[in-house]
């Protein structure tokens, strides 16, 4: 075994020593550990640097940050960024980076100065041309990459990815296993992305000898075993099954107390004391207290001595906000909510219920209808910030947003590609009211139609963004039929929507809020296939927009 194996880094991390003996006499500002060749990261006041096992510098350059040798590679960094160095001190590539991790398997993770992951060879050269949000290091020829839709996955060594599976979050594997995280929580899956048992926890460990410790959501901690059946309960649950029910059971407390907030502007009048929101207000002081005390419940407000004041998750109820929920609130708490109440009706198989005329509703009210969509902007600004990456395709000719509210996808669609051209498609009271800001003048065109009746418009390119989810299917085939229609010859459309696993759970409130309100649904990817198929389209590819939103690309059979 060579000596500097069992080195160690001194204390104050200014030499290494040797069975409790310094190695050498030199001292150093800091040292990092040796690694194979037996070279180990020094800096003084010269700069960085390695050192051999006489405290030696192993060459002459100096920079201003080295780290260890892995795979006999090391990332060094100075005034161009950062790059790899041989032993000898010689470059492995010109390239430089922003950042560079620790070669594994031959294969090292890098990040370009625009903040774009990537893995390079032992070569310096791309291991594939993809570009990620992230990307880990490769354990057993595997690494987790994240799409910038914030979806992870599995590639091989040359970017192929390991199976068709996405997921919130997601481990490397060990021995066999990984951990996942979907929209229900976390869990361990097979190579084929399969999960291994039906249950979801808040927190798992890697597999240990056929058993991993996890922690349930009622803040049990357990033994599992690759069934996901429990060995042995380490921690009694924190919160019983009935106080769980019970909050969820009471969950309309917090959408009517964020209805009030929005409905008299409480964040608007922060900071201020009780007595003075309360007066400019008109509140009962006393009532108007406990209102702020539920919002501080509920992390939007904080106290500082007899102040009030709103916390960056409260800043979203005030209207001036880029992103601001207080027109959300209204919608889920006002136009939505006792709705819900014909859910029984709603789901028996006989009986008189019939889905509401949500939008014809709405359209009567102009105050509620421009409320409405100043929500769905929100949202839109939120969830459609890189449409245009998942969109790279559409790039020149007339892109059609159809049902697109009042445009916030189809400007960031259309902003800096100049050779496309857009056409928002909406309800006559809602386009009436939308005025083309400046920098889209003559590229951006608002046409008033139905999106059930022929569209006075053809394109390249058209785009349903959480549309059909609105619909029953008879109903989306219609739409999809027009939306064909309109299709210029070889054009595509782009189906923007949450497409919900067979057998996920995530999604099924939400699905149950389109029966209630609209008489439409949440979909399978299945389910979508057969619709776009019944309006004479297929399906052509599958694409990641957010971590739940996906885009379905079809095109003319």
């Known amino acids: 075994m060579s000596p500097w194996v069992r080195t160690r880094v001194s204390a104050d991390r200014t030499h290494h020593t040797l069975d409790g003996a310094a190695l050498y006499p030199a001292r150093f500002t ?40 892995y795979e006999e590679l090391s990332t060094v960094e100075d005034g161009s960024g950062a790059f790899h160095l041989r032993p000898d001190g010689t470059e492995l590539s010109l390239e430089r980076y922003a950042w560079c991790g620790n070669f594994q398997d031959g294969r ?39 799409e910038p839709s914030g979806s992870h996955l599995h590639i091989h060594e040359d970017g192929r990815p390991l199976n068709g599976r996405r997921f919130l979050d997601l481990d490397v594997f060990h021995k066999g296993y990984a951990r996942a995280r979907d929209e229900q929580g976390w869990h361990h899956v097979d190579t084929l992305g399969e999960p291994l048992y039906a249950r979801r926890f808040t927190m798992v460990e890697p597999f240990y000898n056929g058993q991993a410790r996890v922690e349930g959501e009622n803040g049990a901690l357990l033994v599992i075993d690759e069934r996901g059946e429990v060995v ?34 409480i964040i608007e009048a922060l900071p201020a004391t009780t007595a003075r929101v309360a007066e400019a207000r008109a509140l009962a002081p006393e009532r108007c207290a406990r209102l702020l005390r539920a919002l501080g419940e509920l992390g939007l407000v904080v106290r500082e001595g007899d102040t009030w004041r709103a916390t960056p998750r409260g800043a979203l109820l005030h209207r001036e906000h880029p992103l601001q929920l207080a027109d959300a609130a209204l919608h889920w708490g006002r136009d939505c909510y006792r709705l819900w109440e014909a859910l029984p009706d709603a789901l028996r198989a006989q009986g008189t219920w019939a889905p509401p005329r949500f939008f014809e509703e709405l359209s009567k009210d102009p105050q509620r209808v421009a409320s409405h969509h100043r929500a769905m902007a929100s949202y839109a600004r939120h969830d459609y910030a890189h449409i245009a990456e998942a969109l790279h395709d559409v790039t020149h000719g007339t892109v059609v947003d159809a049902g697109g509210g009042t445009g916030v996808l189809l400007r960031n669609l259309i902003r800096g590609r ?63 039929q027009h939306a064909r229609e309109a299709l210029a ?68 059979r």
């Open 232 to 265: 042995r309960e380490l921690r009694a649950p924190r919160r019983s099954a009935l106080q769980s029910l019970s909050e969820d059971m009471v969950g309309f407390w917090k959408t009517q107390a964020l209805r009030a907030a929005a409905e008299l502007r």
């Open 489 to 556: 010859p070889g054009g595509r459309l782009y189906v923007v929507e949450l497409v919900v696993g067979p057998e996920d759970m995530g999604g099924a409130l939400l699905d149950l809020h389109m029966l209630v309100t609209t008489g439409g649904k949440e979909r399978t990817e299945a389910e979508f296939r057969v619709l776009l198929e019944r309006a004479g389209l297929r399906l052509r590819e599958r694409r990641s927009l957010t971590e739940v939103g996906k885009v379905l690309v079809a095109e003319m």
């Open 30 to 69: 800091e040292v990092l550990s040796f690694h194979a060749p037996g070279l180990a990261a020094a800096k003084d006041d010269t700069g960085a640097f390695h050192i051999d096992v006489t405290g030696r510098p192993v060459y002459a350059r100096r920079f201003t940050r080295t780290f260890g040798f």
């Open 418 to 480: 100049p050779e496309l051209q857009g056409v928002l498609l909406e309800r006559p009271e809602v386009a009436h009211g939308i005025e083309v800001p400046a920098e889209f003048t003559g590229r951006l065109k608002v046409i008033a139609g139905d999106v059930f009746a022929p569209w006075a418009v053809r394109a390249e390119a058209i785009v349903l963004a959480r549309i059909i989810h609105d619909w029953s299917d008879a109903e989306a085939v219609r739409i999809l």
């Open 108 to 146: 090292c993770t890098v990040r370009t100065r625009e903040g774009r992951y990537f893995h390079v060879d032992r070569e310096g050269r791309p291991a594939y041309a993809e570009r990620y949000a992230y990307a880990g290091d490769f354990r057993d020829g595997l690494a987790v990459v994240q």
